[in-house]
């Protein structure tokens, strides 16, 4: 009987199963193919190369020139401006999917698609609108004046990049700890406070570990689209930031298909490893915990 | 909750929602800027009514989005029960790390080399065009399927196991069994997915750029064409439109569940 | 809640295959395929005549065939290009620019056109027809045209330091100067500043053009595309280059405090967009009766005055409404006197370069962006 029903159960996976095949592991052969070829589809690993040396001098504020390695400083600059965006996106979104969690049931619900309405909007207008907020003349410089306050340059800083990229990726932080979190078991920190546990400590060794799940779910819906964003950068940055998927887009729209392939193959290798190890260093601590 | 919570959840959404207020004033913007307020007029809201094609791509937008998320909510969470079944280790890790790929993977990466894919594909069969509103589709079901999965997936790692093995003890055949103690169980991790894919969906730009064949526009697609000559206001006073009928419909079903309660 | 949503989604699902099994019985229409730049064309919007209906009118009436004109938009002729030649869309009539086009003529991607079908060509003005693009006047049909200026705002700037490309370079002015965000205009201002050949094949050349853009760095506000609406218009930033018509858009919506004004520097880049059919058109004789109803009086004048990109269609230039809705100024700046358009345009025109040169190009350009 339970033999069956787990097969049966098996079966539902196949459909998703070639789907999978045919539209997430198929593509990326195209990726690698166009990586490892020219543009005349012979093989070549000068794509590859070019990502690993290409060079150019670039030069400091003091007026020294130094030369660098073009594409790692860009994917360096990119992961930098990623991971404060992620970390900011953490410690503002676990607060309030927790609070969230211990509203009652149908105030959680009316928050949580509160929570999504801004993402209906579209995102190209949404960064417009923040263009208008941070702006020198904008409404932000003209509380602050107001106020007679000295006024904040922020466009154009890696600040609003940041600003921008937590707004737009803030829910898929918030959504998926909240879904854990609202299924916690209440008896359990009730357990933990009635042994004597303070509420911080209640946190850190009941709450924290058991949402773990849902801040690493967390976690890779923002870092993943901050690290690749081009549009943002480009609209909020004020064009002086420029990251990996600028640099696939530009090569894209110089025609360059194959390098663009390449730094999408180099890249993907590199997310890939690095989430890797992520889930196994939180598979470690959650069956470390219990 | 608590004061400090509420002034905390307060300034959050201060900050969630200070571009719509934004989009909200500029929207009755006289002038044709994004940036210069010169006073109140309705104009771009009459305007936004007669812009056929801006309507066209709206809708255009709205069928992509329920399309994709529909399909990928029905596979996406077909596909998590049975990943929990999967016996070897080792399958359920291969099954983990591809469906991760999507996520792991910018987007503008997916676009591209599902293009290329379409394209391949187009040609062997010797089509004229080898991008329609069907590879567009599939492209979003692609990428909305994991983030469907990621959401089903927990529910069903902290539902307790015996209890659907109790009720198949009781009589239970296991589809009856998945319905009546399955399915509420993770139903809410399943609703999430869907608002998430139709939410992504809705929101992509980049994967539907390269995937969009002739003829489907969708709304993302023609604002950035709009980057040589600017965004107008037309733009800002849609998404007032978009976010009070979304309101609109809260209130009335809010309003709806308290006179069914009553009952 | 939640219910709600899904309500939203199971309504929106049913649209859509009521959509879909709405699309079986339109089988007697024909089907035009446009694909323009974003916001050019006349739409009906601001009380003007909406283009793509009144064609649909126009062929109706005129061949008792009803069409249906699918119209859609790019941001780039580079983004244009890369749909097209991966043969991912079949478009019947496109709108690329000079330089694109010119590439997609050497790659055997356009076809030649059925002037029979476009009587309507005799309006284009004699200065824009044996250009280096189509030299024999046998792929396209222009659209539009304009050229590359500088915009400051009077109320910052000293009108003493106008007039050149070095006002983009001026440190007075250090922290408020705009620069395209694309490689080709952004190289064309250093290159025109440094008096050098825009054509040129000498990566020398190039590498001198880089250093004035590394130089201007620190006096940049940012490198922008359509940004430079908002930024000028708030006063935000004070000088700019960008296309002409756009100058009256932003003109249009300044500040009360801000003063915006225009020149064009020596030389600068003339540009012009045309209408053409690529080899995948699916419908030549429909593509040519649409171009040739663009060049009638109705929506050429409509689509001038939409995009206030300058039009070198005669009946455009010559009517006197046209004349009298624009005003003096803008015709003046729009239509500047020149001698023998053809012959400057054919010397100075930014043209498309080779493949080397434009991936030199491109490295350069990143190498800027990361400096």
């Known amino acids: 009987m339970k033999t069956k029903a787990t097969r049966l159960q098996r079966l539902l996976l196949y459909p998703y199963g070639l789907w999978a095949i045919l539209f997430i592991v198929l593509p990326l052969a195209f990726i690698a193919y166009y990586a490892f070829t020219d543009s005349s589809f012979a093989f070549t690993t000068e794509n590859i190369t070019r990502f690993f040396t290409a060079t150019s001098s670039v030069t400091a504020g003091d007026g020294s020139v130094s030369e660098v390695r073009t594409y790692l400083l860009i994917f360096a600059r990119s992961l930098k401006l990623a991971v404060i965006s992620t970390l900011v996106c953490l410690l503002l979104g676990y607060p309030v999917a927790y609070i969230i969690s211990r509203c009652d049931s149908r105030l959680q619900s009316s928050l949580i698609t509160v929570i999504m309405i801004p993402m209906w909007m579209n995102f190209l207008i949404r960064t417009y609108a923040w263009m208008t907020i941070l702006q020198d003349t904008g409404i932000l410089n003209s509380a602050v004046t107001a106020l007679g306050l000295r006024p904040w340059h922020i466009i154009g800083t890696e ?9 737009d990726y803030l829910p898929y932080m918030i959504l998926p700890i909240y879904s854990v979190l609202a299924k916690l078991d209440v008896k359990l920190i009730e357990a933990a406070r009635d042994l004597g546990c303070s509420g911080a400590s209640v946190l850190r060794r009941v709450i924290w570990p058991l949402s773990l799940p849902g801040v690493l779910s967390g976690v ?28 696939i887009e530009g090569q894209y729209v110089a025609n360059n298909l194959h390098f663009a392939a390449a730094i999408a193959f180099i890249m993907m290798i590199a997310l890939l490893t690095a989430m890797a190890l992520l889930r196994a260093l939180a598979d470690r601590k959650a069956t470390g915990r219990s | 909750m608590k004061t400090a919570s509420k002034i905390y959840m307060t300034l959050a959404f201060v900050f969630l929602f200070a571009p719509i207020v934004i989009m909200l004033i500029f929207s009755f913007n006289e002038a044709k800027s994004l940036s210069v307020f010169s006073g109140f007029s309705l104009k771009w809201y009459r305007e936004l009514f007669r812009d056929r094609e801006t309507l066209k791509s709206v809708k255009n937008t709205l069928v992509l989005a329920a399309s994709a998320s529909g399909i990928s909510t029905l596979m996406g969470t077909a596909a998590a029960v049975g990943m ?3 016996r070897s280790r080792r399958m359920r890790k291969a099954v983990d790390t591809v469906t991760n790929i999507p996520m792991v993977n910018p987007d503008i990466i997916t676009g591209i080399s599902l293009m290329l894919m379409f394209v391949f594909v187009g040609r062997i069969f010797g089509s004229a065009t080898s991008l329609s509103f069907a590879t567009m589709l599939i492209a979003h079901i692609t990428f909305c399927l994991p983030y469907v999965i990621l959401q089903v997936i927990p529910k069903l790692e902290q539902m307790d196991p015996s209890l659907s093995e109790a009720a198949r003890d009781l009589g239970c055949t296991p589809l009856r069994a998945f319905f009546l103690v399955e399915l509420p169980e993770i139903l809410p991790g399943i609703l999430t997915g869907a608002i998430m894919a139709f939410t992504l969906s809705l929101d992509d730009f980049v994967i539907s750029y390269f995937t969009a064949g002739n003829g489907f526009q969708t709304l993302p697609i023609r604002i950035y064409g709009m980057t040589k000559k600017t965004v107008t206001p037309k733009m800002y006073a849609l998404a007032t439109l978009i976010f009070f009928a979304i309101l609109f419909l809260l209130i009335l079903s809010n309003v709806a569940e308290r006179k069914g309660e009553e009952k | 809640m939640k219910k709600t949503v899904s309500l939203i989604l199971c309504a929106a699902l049913l649209c859509s295959v009521l959509l879909l099994c ?23 919007s601001e009380d003007s005549f909406d283009t793509v209906a009144g064609f649909e009118k126009w062929y109706e009436e005129t061949y008792g065939v009803k069409v249906h004109v699918n119209y859609d938009t790019f941001a780039s002729c580079e983004d244009m290009y890369a749909k097209l030649s991966a043969g991912a869309v079949s478009y019947d009539v496109i709108v690329p620019s000079d330089y694109m086009i010119a590439k997609l003529r050497e790659e055997n991607m356009l076809l030649p056109l059925n002037f029979d079908n476009i009587p309507n060509y005799k309006n284009i003005s004699e200065d824009f027809k044996g250009l280096y693009y189509d030299p024999d006047n046998a792929y396209t049909v222009p659209y539009t045209y304009g050229v590359v200026g500088i915009i400051y705002n009077a109320n910052a700037v000293d009108e003493a330091d106008a007039g050149s490309w070095d006002l983009l370079w001026n440190e007075k002015y250090a922290g408020s100067i705009l620069q395209f965000n694309n490689p080709r205009d952004a190289f064309g201002t250093a290159v025109y500043k440094l008096g050098q050949d825009v ?20 006096l940049r506000y940012g490198l922008v595309m359509d940004e430079i609406y908002n930024l000028m218009e708030s006063g935000e930033a004070a000088i700019g280059a960008y296309y002409a018509g756009d100058y009256f858009t932003m003109l249009d919506a300044q500040a009360e405090d801000v003063d915006l004004r225009f020149y064009y520097p020596e030389p600068t880049n003339a540009y012009i967009d045309a209408m053409c059919i690529p080899s995948c058109a699916q419908n030549k004789e429909l593509a040519e009766r ?59 025109a930014y043209r498309n370069l080779d493949a080397a040169t434009l991936d030199y190009i491109n490295t350069l350009w990143e190498s800027i962006k990361i400096g």
């Open chain 1, 159 to 167: 600040g609003a990049v940041v600003i921008g990229m937590v707004y």
């Open chain 3, 290 to 348: 649409f171009i040739d109803y663009m060049l009638s009086e109705e929506p050429a004048i409509a689509n001038a005055e939409y995009t206030y990109y300058a039009s070198p269609n005669r009946v455009v230039f010559e009517s006197e409404d046209y004349r009298e809705e624009m005003g003096e100024e803008v015709m003046e700046i729009l239509y500047p006197e020149s001698g023998d358009f053809a012959a400057d345009y054919n010397a100075y």
């Open chain 1, 220 to 247: 890779t819906m923002v870092l993943i689209p901050s690290v690749s964003t081009f549009y943002i950068s480009q609209k909020l940055g004020s064009g002086k930031f420029f990251l990996i998927g600028d640099a």
């Open chain 3, 199 to 218: 054509n040129s094949t000498d990566r020398a050349d190039w590498d001198r053009a880089a250093e004035e853009l590394k130089a201007q760095k620190p």
């Open chain 3, 22 to 44: 709405g699309c079986g019985d339109k089988a007697e229409t024909l089907t035009l395929n446009v694909y323009n730049w974003g916001e050019y064309i006349s739409d009906g």
């Open chain 2, 84 to 86: 929990m079944k999967l």
